[in-house]
């Protein structure tokens, strides 16, 4: 690379780029989905929503009746120790209970044999992003 080049031009293209003084862009990630996909996508995320409100809804009235909970040996001392957790369910099967409605009304309003260019924020909303809650180890 000659000296007249700055050093982020790496590639040849970015050298004649560069040397032309065309600097490529790229604008963020985006993602093109068919309304048909977008469909099925919406359709699998509203079902999961719906099913964790009613299992925590579930959850909720047997907590409330005194009843088992779940099988789950964590879940169940902490609903014995915890004398919130009934609101808790009572909050999580509300939020998902709003997603729910909230990707219905978007999947209602997709207009058929469309191409929708989606980015980042909008494959986080749809949860098509996917975010690891845990920290990655590094190497």
């Not at 609101?87 to 939020?95: G, I, Q, T, V, Y």
Request: proline letters at 1%; aromatic letters at 6%.
């Amino acid at each position: 690379m000659s000296e007249a080049e700055p050093d982020s031009c790496k590639t040849r293209c970015e050298r004649n780029a560069c040397a032309l003084g065309v600097h490529i862009v790229i604008d963020g990630f985006k993602i093109e989905l068919t309304a048909d996909e977008l469909i099925r996508h919406l359709d699998k995320q509203i079902q999961r929503h719906h099913d964790c409100a009613v299992e925590c809804d579930t959850k909720r009235i047997r907590f409330e009746a005194g009843a088992q909970i779940c099988d789950d040996e964590n879940e169940v001392q902490l609903a014995a120790c915890w004398i919130g957790y009934g609101d808790d369910l009572e909050r999580r099967a509300a939020r998902h209970k709003r997603h729910e409605a909230a990707l219905a009304f978007v999947r209602d309003r997709i207009l058929l044999h469309e191409i929708y260019r989606l980015g980042i924020a909008d494959l986080r909303e749809l949860g098509l992003w996917i975010t690891s809650r845990k920290p990655v180890a590094a190497d």
